[in-house]
């Protein structure tokens, strides 16, 4: 897989997530996938953390879901921040995906409370947003997101780069990837 479409921040990657549609093939990854609320649509069962898609649309909720299921991943919901800060604390999902404008706790103070908390403070946020522009990518890269999604994306390619971002959280700390991946 080449570039996913990224417009460099430095190291931080700002994704326009129609820039490369076309690159939205499946990683093939075997990743875990879980049952009850959580989405699964099979490959190998392991691992129960998966990841958690934070979002006030429930189309948008949907269509992660099935895109992160079909990479195999398991897929916890929450459509507020505040929930999604519970699920997070008890959960503890490999990575975190969050719009940004939320009602209530939004993307940005969702990512600030995840941080003030010893207990979340390490876990891999990625940001979803429909405004363009480097101010808020830059505050994302500043909170320590992984990276700056804007919409519309391409659905294959977020849920291949959020496979990816898995396998690197499981195995050791968050660092901010470049601006491709392979």
Request: proline content about 3%; overall charge negative; glycine content about 14%.
């Amino acid at each position: 897989m080449g570039s996913l479409g990224t417009a460099g921040l430095g190291a931080f990657p700002l994704v326009s997530g129609l820039a490369n549609a076309d690159q939205g093939q499946r990683s093939g990854l075997q990743l875990s996938t879980g049952g009850g609320e959580r989405w699964s649509l099979g490959r190998n069962r392991r691992e129960a953390n998966g990841s958690l898609i934070v979002d006030d649309d429930a189309s948008v909720r949907l269509v992660c879901a099935v895109n992160l299921a079909a990479e195999g991943l398991q897929v916890l919901e929450a459509a507020d921040g505040l929930d999604a800060l519970e699920q997070a604390r008890r959960e503890r999902p490999h990575l975190l995906l969050t719009d940004v404008t939320m009602p209530g706790l939004d993307g940005f103070q969702f990512a600030e409370r995840l941080r003030g908390d010893e207990r979340t403070h390490g876990m891999p946020v990625i940001l979803l947003s429909g405004e363009v522009g480097q101010a808020n990518a830059q505050r994302a890269g500043a909170l320590g997101a992984l990276a700056y999604w804007t919409k519309p994306f391409d659905s294959g390619a977020l849920a291949a780069f959020v496979a990816h971002e898995v396998v690197a959280a499981r195995a050791g700390p968050a660092q901010c990837i470049a601006a491709t991946a392979t």
